[in-house]
């Protein structure tokens, strides 16, 4: 029973003999579907384009910048000129004088975002207010990355007792509230400002000058915390010692190979610190101590819709809706990144 | 208690104490860098006015003699006289202030907590869920908006629109608005912070652990996920508190409370560099305290951290 | 009937990439007091199964079919009252880090007295008694101080002692360890394996032994299933496996491990080929894309599981073929076995 076994068994499973024949290389290749190495950083920036939330963000902040920077030199309307014949006009709506000129043949620009109480067109203003915001969170994101960089980098590679007493210094300045110090010296500033010779700071008012020192003084350390950290872990991998063992100087080593790894995180870092500094800055105008009058800020047009909040409540609704936009476009923004650069972080 | 513990309460104190005294040293060094005297800026006085009224508050003596008169005097809760509402110690102007500030202050802040810590858990545990869709939405979409804005808006649509509220703080009712107002960004903040670090534990091995040992799903979470994932909200605390503290500037502007907040503002645009001064000292001495606060909490729920 | 019967187990992730079939048609039997050995590489899918029976797979995993028997009572479909009942009192579970893997912040006394409190009737005092007694028990030095400690203060083989002490608390009739040793130190993988056959011997609890390190396996383990791709590849007593392994991916695994005995200057054989993609999964055999010997029909069809031995089988279309041809097989139409000589197999190899 066992010796004489015909090969018609094997056929009776229906199974054709020739698959027994032992498997071709590339037989065996097209099963096994192999995904090709990407570089970080391109794994990164494919992970953000297929992202379309993030997409739509980069490009709503592209056309925010678009027209707060470009809009006021073609705008027929400057921020300034008063008209209290055509005050409190409704978006889109003319005053009588301005009907009369259409009526007569003239064409008159609407007015986008309606009037003001003195009759300055809103929509410039908003505008202008926008540049200051964007303006500030501009300048805050370049002091942040570069103070924070080098202060962090610095402090990270060299360690020890270097790295203690500078770590202790930033944890003072952590401590220290921004804000109550902004106000501070903007009060402090008022009067020497209102005598400097420089027409720039004049215009800008001791609030923005204030907020911009304190923003190089203080605000870079969340940033300098975080490089820190990663250049302290980046500091044990070997490739880091290997490129010691070759005599590369400590500013190549930081330039070449930590600084690129600490990427993700300074760029997460420094989008999401951007609300932040537009937040403070809105928030000081608000309350009277930022950009001085009459050069509009998002925060001092909320503030000045109060009265009349009722009759016109899009006198608060546009500035507040144009932050609104731009900080919600940085905060998505900033989500879109993290989860493009550290998926891990996911949630 | 363990005696590394109070070490490290110790040392914590320590700091706070150093930063407040820094606190109080930049700020009485940036206002003394004025050139202008302090009552200068008033209707005219002639210079011999001026004079006596600076050797009677004390101005005339060397900045650094001054610094430490200042210093000694705040131990002893003197912050110095008032030169806008004349008459009145800069500390019980805080007093009177910090009353009002203090109760919406502290109860926005509880409400933030309880409802961030709670909604964020929520999201978590339902994640992908209806309720988790929500939630992210409505914060990302709170945490856009800066404080005035929400503010202004509810005083709007809740004060004025549909009167719920009164929108003066000292008619009965009228603390809803402003406290609502404060509370919106550090709730929306911290049930993101919440969500997030709950999903973050909930991922961990021990939880699993703790699963297969059998525990009720509510133990887990309530037992194990929760307290670890707590520790980004304390370490918000002090941040919370920074915030709410200048957020209130705004909001009792807004819906005139006579708290801290508007004090500070008044005495800024009536350049009372006495008020100015204590009332920046204190709200900072308030955010290095709950800084060290939430220090503590935190190494009291997770003993892990570094005691050094 | 055996202690735990496990027919035909399927478990899928159901993650936005695509389904990953961790778990796909795996079968075992487990009797009492012996000890099952897992073998397989990351991704294998053993560890999900182990989770797969004591239903705590994480999100988005599921079982999607087959059935867990214990003592005859079915666990898949049970309900999480039930499922409670049995995790960490009929079957315990010890993981790979133990670091991890205890809840930080709180002691060690308080997760062993956790789990005592919630299966017996002991009041507190006697829970810590037994918390105390189990420390002991798995080589804990100073229990009574142990217990207030915190599990950052334990060193690494400490921990996996103290979780061990967890898991036999409630003195279970299972106990499953899933790589217990890979995190620690050599020596201490050895202290802890001899810890774990002693404490077998003492409480007579059956063992499934999950790791991806075959000297474990030829320490402790009585019977051993090898996984590859979510499937039982090969099954038989230690003894075969190790000396008669029959499939091409445990004959891989068994050569590419130094041999004390060899030359020093004989080169180990890696097994070639990257780990499989669970989402881009092979048509037939899982393991036919990085096999020297595979045949085109291993790519296309999956094969069945082939006796090659006394209580040893392996899913593998060669032993079908060397089957068949040594006339010790006979086969239906099918493919099914219909008439096997054993005694002949077994003196063949």
Known sequence: MSDNMPKKNFLSFQLDPKLFEPATQEEKEQQVQMRESVSFMKDAMRRLYKNKLSMVCIIIIVVIMLIAFIAPS??????????????????????????????????????????????????????????????????????????????????????????????RIVDVIY????????????????????????????????????????????????????????????????????????????????????????????????????????????FLSFLGLGVSMPMPSLGSLASDARTGLVSYPYLLLCPALSIFLIVLSFNLLGNGLRDAFDPKLRS | MDSKFLFYIVKRLLMALLTIVLVIAITFFVMHAIPASPFS????????????????????????????????????????????????????????????????????????????????????????????????VVTTALVSMPSFVVATILLLVFGLKLKWFPTLANMPGGLVL??????????????????????????????????????????????????????????????????????????????????????????????????????????????????????????????????? | MSLLEVKDLRTTFFTPAGEVKAVDGVSFNLDRGRVLGIVGESGSGKSVTAYSILQILSYPGRIVGGSVKLDGDELVGA????????????????????????????????????????????????????????????????????????????????????????????????????????????????????????????????????????????????EVIVMYGGRVVERGTAQEIFYRPRHEYTKGLLHSIPNIDSDQREKLIPIGGTPIDMLNMPAGCAFAPRCDRAMKICLKEHPKEYWVGKDHLSSCWRNVETGVEQGLIETDSEGNITKIDLERAVQEQ
């Open chain 1, 74 to 167: 073609v705008y027929p309307y400057t921020y300034e000129a008063q008209d209290l014949s055509r005050k409190y006009l409704e978006p889109f709506e003319y005053s009588q004088k301005e009907q009369a000129a259409i009526d007569a043949g003239e064409s008159v620009f609407p007015h986008l975002m309606g009037t003001d109480a003195l009759g300055r067109d809103y929509a410039i203003r908003v505008i202008y207010g926008t540049r200051i915001s964007l303006l500030v969170g501009i300048f805050a994101a370049a002091i942040v990355i570069v103070f924070g960089i080098l202060y962090g980098s610095v402090s990270g590679y060299f360690g020890g007792k270097v790295d203690m007493i500078m770590m």
């Open chain 3, 79 to 222: 309900s999480d009252e039930k499922m409670r009942s049995i995790r960490g009192n009929k079957i315990s579970i010890i993981f790979q880090d133990p670091m991890t893997s205890l809840t930080p912040v709180y002691t060690i006394g308080n997760q062993l007295m956790e789990a005592i409190l919630l299966h017996t009737n002991r009041t507190k005092e006697q829970a810590k008694a037994r918390a105390i007694e189990m420390l002991s028990l798995v080589g804990i030095s100073e229990p009574e101080r142990r217990i207030k400690q915190y599990p950052f203060e334990l060193s690494g083989g400490m921990r996996q002692r103290a979780m061990i002490a967890m898991a036999l608390a409630c003195e279970p009739d299972i106990l499953i360890a899933d790589e217990p040793t890979t995190a620690l130190d050599v020596t201490i993988q050895a202290q802890i394996i001899d810890l774990m056959l002693d404490l077998q011997k003492k409480l007579g609890m059956a063992i499934i032994m999950i790791t991806h390190d075959l000297g474990v396996i030829a320490q402790i383990c009585d």
């Open chain 2, 178 to 308: 402003p406290i609502l107002s404060l509370s919106m960004y550090p709730m929306a903040y911290i049930t993101r912070l919440a969500r997030s670090s709950m999903l973050d534990v909930l991922g961990q091995d021990y939880i699993r652990t703790a699963r297969a040992k059998g525990l009720r799903n509510s133990k887990v979470i309530f037992k194990h996920a929760l307290k670890n994932a707590l520790s980004p909200v304390i370490t918000y605390a002090g941040p919370m508190m920074a915030y709410i503290l200048t957020g209130s500037m705004v909001v009792e502007n807004i819906f005139s409370v006579p708290g801290l907040g508007r004090l500070f503002v008044n005495s800024m645009l009536r350049t009372d560099y006495m008020m100015i001064m204590g009332v920046t000292i204190f709200l900072a001495i308030m955010i290095i305290l709950m800084n060290f606060i939430s220090d503590i909490l935190y190494k009291v729920v997770d003993p892990r951290i570094d005691l050094g």
């Open chain 2, 41 to 136: 800026s008033e209707k005219a006085k002639s210079d011999a006015t001026i004079a006596a009224l600076e050797a009677k508050y004390g101005f005339d003596k060397p900045v650094p003699v001054q610094f430490l008169n200042y210093l000694k005097n705040i131990c002893q809760l003197d912050f110095g006289l008032s030169t806008a509402w004349v008459g009145s110690t800069v500390f019980d102007l805080i007093k009177g202030g910090f009353a009002y500030s203090a109760k919406i202050g502290f109860t926005a802040a509880v409400l933030a907590i309880v409802s961030g810590v709670f909604f964020g858990c929520i999201a978590a545990l339902k994640r992908g869920g209806w309720i988790d869709k929500t939630v992210q």
């Open chain 1, 175 to 282: 401590a220290l509230p921004d804000v109550l110090i902004i106000i501070l010296l903007s009060v402090a500033l008022k009067d020497a400002i209102s005598k400097s010779s420089s027409e720039l700071v004049m215009k800008l008012g001791a609030g923005m000058v204030s907020i911009f020192i304190v923003f190089g003084l203080l605000y870079w350390v969340g940033m300098a915390r975080q490089v820190r950290g990663q250049i302290l872990s980046i500091k044990e991998q070997e490739y880091v010692l290997a490129s010691r063992a070759i005599g590369a100087s400590p500013a190549r080593i930081i330039r070449k190979h930590m600084i690129p790894n600490c990427i993700s995180v300074i760029i997460i870092t420094a989008a999401l610190q951007i609300p932040s500094a537009i937040f403070t800055e809105s």
